[in-house]
């Protein structure tokens, strides 16, 4: 399979979508922050497989919506697909890249990600509807500093 990761269009919107509710993941607020998403194109069979978005809070960012299609799921794709958002924030100015997480918790602290709590959240990103789905009984809050 040869891929390409690029930003997302509108025309991407309904298959981001698709791919997250087949994930069983959040897709509300997707619309607004479409500008900082990516997605993963199959260039063979000319589809989407994957995508992962990012909501941007003044220096802040919220990591969301990493899903691939179960066939084109593998370790190597998912972790150069979160280095390639790491990279993108980056070049956003991001500072600081937060993300919630229910199972992905090692994978994430392999990649520099470390577990904090609910209270050294900025309150900007307690406001986003991909945040206020976070449980605290069943999932973990995570950031990752960008050096200075």
């Known amino acids: ?22 994930g069983r993941l959040n897709t509300e607020g997707i619309d607004e922050h479409l500008d900082h998403f ?9 589809k989407i497989v994957g995508t992962a978005g990012m909501e941007i809070w003044g220096k802040h960012g919220l990591l969301r919506s ?5 066939e084109s799921w593998n370790a190597r794709v998912g972790l150069e697909l979160v280095r390639i958002m790491l990279n993108f924030a980056r070049k956003k100015q991001v500072q600081d890249l937060y ?3 229910a199972s992905s918790y090692e994978f994430f602290q392999n990649l520099g990600f470390q577990p904090i709590g609910l209270e050294q959240v900025p309150d900007s990103l ?23």
Request: cysteine-free; proline content about 3%.
């Open 1 to 22: 399979m040869s891929i390409v990761v690029r930003l997302a269009t509108q025309d991407d919107l309904e298959t981001i979508r698709g791919l997250l509710r087949k």
């Open 38 to 46: 990516l997605v993963v194109e199959d260039v063979n069979h000319q």
């Open 66 to 70: 990493l899903a691939m299609a179960s």
């Open 99 to 101: 993300l919630i997480t």
């Open 126 to 148: 307690k406001t986003s509807s991909h945040f206020k789905q976070y449980q605290p009984e069943w999932m973990r809050i995570m950031v990752y500093h960008f050096p200075q």
